[in-house]
């Protein structure tokens, strides 16, 4: 028996989708509070999809979609939402929610065909999907990483027609992310268009962006469309957006708004239907701040915002890039030794993943195309800074030799007491952790150069656990 949960305070719509539910011939559960949600026993009783309203009187719908994931991860949830709620539904999604419905439901079997997609959604045919559309789009990384998460978070998005902005650093593949959003919407038939804001001027820009008529400026011997035009129904992806000047983002702010713009010398209006994927390597909430970008625009644009990790943050991901990277050069027969790997993780990388590929590019160029490539084959630039290793130094050094000692001690404390006493051992054990631990987060904290933030990172520690483990009494 297929069970339903629906949590929802508006009593005729609880009742009408039990009655539309319940023919299907599915168990129906209605609850109108998040008191009646919290009463629910979770324990006993699996739901495989729950419809939850964003806004209950009493609570709001995300800690109830949070208690829900916690207690029944594979349950879907498909989150109700009114227009001013939809941020706060696409949050809902990076919480694991696998859809969002607009209410007043315009068209019943629209919501009946979301339904039987998530009953009838398969997980490891689903991650197939996912993966086909990465692979098409050029993406790589590993599994179950922070590129992973997003990716689910980007395909879910992809299937609903709202701006996506994509924040990451230079290199790190907002292009590459955008067009898989595009593949995987319903738009991947139409075209994809990427412009890239920063590479021109303003006037240009202009005329790129929205076309011209003849003898608009000068130069423009013929009529042009623009890029909003030719995207049509497509997706126009608009990279470096904090670099577009005052008057293009009016213009843009307009578009968005309005969905209408004119041609650069024409007064003819024009409608357009292209979703814009806006990317930025400047932190465009700083650039608002800093009075470079308009608080409107930003708004407009960061329906959903996307951001992509450095890859020095993910160099789990570095051995399939290298793969990747090594195929795309045409030699995919080429191997990279486990040490020539490892000189690759433990570098910065500021340029991400356009840094690598030109690093593989040139190593795979002036290196004999027989031979394993070593980590000496690799040149990184003059200046740069190779990463110690912490967990195979820590091993080494900072574990092994206290270790050593602590045993030496306590296997004389035994020869000449001749009894073992647990609590005083477990005491030891207790000393010897906080030494250990001490010695490794001192010895990352010298290698970030004092940086502490970057050590918690790189021993995955929290900078509240670091702080413990340094004896600062005041580390809440
Ligand atoms: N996940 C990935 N898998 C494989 N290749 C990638 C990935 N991400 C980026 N690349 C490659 O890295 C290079 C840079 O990617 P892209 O142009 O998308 O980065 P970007 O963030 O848009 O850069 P910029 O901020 O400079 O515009 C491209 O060659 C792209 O193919």
Redesign the pocket.
């Known amino acids: 028996m297929i069970n339903l949960l629906i949590a929802d305070d508006e009593k005729e719509v609880g009742t009408f989708l039990s009655r539309l539910f319940t023919l299907k011939g599915y168990h129906v559960q209605v609850v109108n509070s998040g008191q009646q949600f919290y009463e629910l026993d979770f324990h006993n009783h699996h739901f495989h999809v729950a419809m939850i309203d964003l806004k209950l009187p009493d609570c709001d719908g995300l800690s109830l979609l949070r208690h829900l994931k916690t207690l029944q991860p594979r349950c879907k949830a498909l989150i109700m939402t009114g227009y001013s709620t939809i941020k706060t539904a696409v949050e809902a999604m990076k919480l694991g929610a696998s859809d969002y419905m607009e209410k007043p439901f315009d068209d019943i079997s629209v919501l009946e065909a979301q339904v039987e997609n998530l009953l009838n959604h398969c997980t490891a045919q689903h991650q197939q999907v996912v993966h086909k559309l990465a692979h098409d789009s050029?993406?790589?990384?590993g599994e179950r990483t922070s590129?992973s998460a997003l990716l689910e978070t980007a395909y879910k998005v992809a299937q609903k027609s709202v701006n996506v902005l994509i924040e990451?650093?230079?290199?790190?593949?907002?292009?590459?992310?955008s067009r898989f959003i595009h593949l995987a919407s319903p738009r991947s038939h139409e075209p994809f268009i990427a412009l890239?804001c920063g590479a021109i001027s303003e006037s240009l820009l202009e005329s790129e962006l929205f076309g011209h008529e003849k003898g608009a400026f000068t130069g423009a011997t013929q009529q042009r469309k623009g890029f909003f035009e030719i995207a049509g129904n497509g997706t126009l992806f608009l990279?470096?957006i904090a670099d577009a000047s005052p008057a293009i983002q009016v213009k843009l702010l307009r578009v968005l708004e309005t969905r209408e713009f004119m041609r650069v010398g024409s007064s003819q209006i024009l409608h357009t239907n292209a979703r814009l994927v806006a990317?930025s390597?400047e932190n465009l909430q700083q650039a608002v701040m800093k009075g470079k970008f308009r608080e409107d625009l930003y708004y407009r644009l960061n329906v959903v915002k996307l951001d992509?990790p450095a890859l020095r943050h993910r160099k789990a991901?570095i051995p399939l890039?290298i793969e990747?990277?090594t195929e795309r050069n045409g030699q995919a027969n080429r191997t990279f030794s486990d040490c020539a790997i490892e000189k690759l993780q433990r570098y910065d990388w500021p340029g991400?993943?356009?840094e690598l590929?030109n690093v593989i590019t040139r190593t795979l160029t002036l290196t004999d195309s027989e031979q394993t490539i070593i980590a000496e084959d690799i040149v990184l630039p003059n200046n740069h800074v190779l990463q110690p290793n912490i967990e195979t130094k820590a091993v080494q050094t900072i574990i092994n030799d206290p270790l050593t000692e602590w045993r030496k001690r306590l296997v004389e404390d035994f020869q000449q007491k001749k009894e073992m006493d647990l609590t005083d051992l477990l005491s030891e054990i207790k000393k010897l952790e906080s030494i250990v631990s001490k010695e490794i987060v001192l010895q990352a904290l010298q290698q970030t150069y004092g940086n502490r933030n970057e050590a918690a990172k790189r021993l995955h520690i929290s900078m509240r656990k670091l702080r413990y483990i340094l004896n600062e009494k005041n580390h809440s």
């Open positions: 050029g993406l790589i990384m590129m990451g650093e230079t290199g790190t593949g907002k292009e590459v992310l890239n990279d470096e990317a390597n992509i991901d890039l990747h990277l991400n993943i356009r590929s």
